[in-house]
C-alpha cells in the first residue's frame, strides 16, 4: 500500500513537472523578430568556441611565458571541460529523452540541434568553463560576473531557440557544477603545492642575506 501511494506521488511530481517544464518552454519559444533569433544563435554558437578557445589561450600563454602555475590552472579548465562533456554524454545515452520539438509540433526549433535533450550540452560546456575560470582566476573579480552571465545566456539562449526544455539547461548546470566540483577536488593539491612553494620561496627571497646562507 505505502508502495503504491510513494509511486504516485512520483508519478503526479513527474507529471505537474513536465507540465511545468513545456509551459515555461513554450512561454520563452515563442515567436521573436529575426534580429532577435539571429542574435540568440551568435550567442548559443559561441559557446563551442568560447569553450574550446580559453583553454587554448591559457595553455599557449603559459607555455610562452613558462608560467608553471598558469599551466596547472590551464589544464584545470581543460580537465573539466572534458569531464563536463564525458558526463553530459553519458547522462544524454542514458536517459535518452527526445528534443522538445519532437514531442510537442507548438515548439518552434530555431537552430540546429539533434541527440537526445538532456542536459544540454552547450549548457555544460559554458558554464564548466565559467565554474572552472572563476575558480582558477579567482582573483580576477570582474571574470566571475561576466563568464557566468555569457554562461546564462547561452543557457536562456537553448530554450529561446526551442532545442532544449528548461530542465535540460539546469540539467548542463548541475552537470558543470559536478564536475569541476570533483575536478578541484583533484587539483587542489596541486594548487596548494605550487602556492606553499612559492611563499617559502618568497620568504627566503626577502630574508636578510645572512639569514639564507
Known sequence: MKRHMILCVIKNFMFDFQHWDIHLLEK???????????????VT????????????????????QKDAFLRIKAWFVISCLATASLFSWGIKNTIERPRPWHMYAFIEKKTSGGGWSFPSGHTT??????????????????????????????????????????????????????????NYVFFKKAFQRYRDGMWKYNIVKSDPPELQS
Open 28 to 42: 520563452l519559444n515563442i515567436h521573436h523578430a529575426p534580429v532577435w533569433d539571429a542574435s540568440m544563435n551568435v
Open 45 to 64: 554558437y559561441s559557446a563551442a568556441y568560447v569553450s574550446i578557445l580559453i583553454p587554448l589561450i591559457c595553455i599557449f600563454i603559459a607555455f610562452r
Open 125 to 182: 560546456g559554458a558554464f564548466a568553463v565559467a565554474f572552472s575560470m572563476s575558480i582558477a582566476f579567482r582573483r580576477k573579480r570582474w571574470m566571475m560576473p561576466v563568464l557566468l552571465g555569457w554562461a546564462s545566456v547561452v543557457g536562456y539562449s537553448r530554450m529561446d531557440l526551442g532545442v532544449h526544455y528548461p530542465s535540460d539547461v539546469l540539467g548542463g548546470i548541475l552537470t558543470a557544477a559536478l564536475a569541476v566540483g570533483l
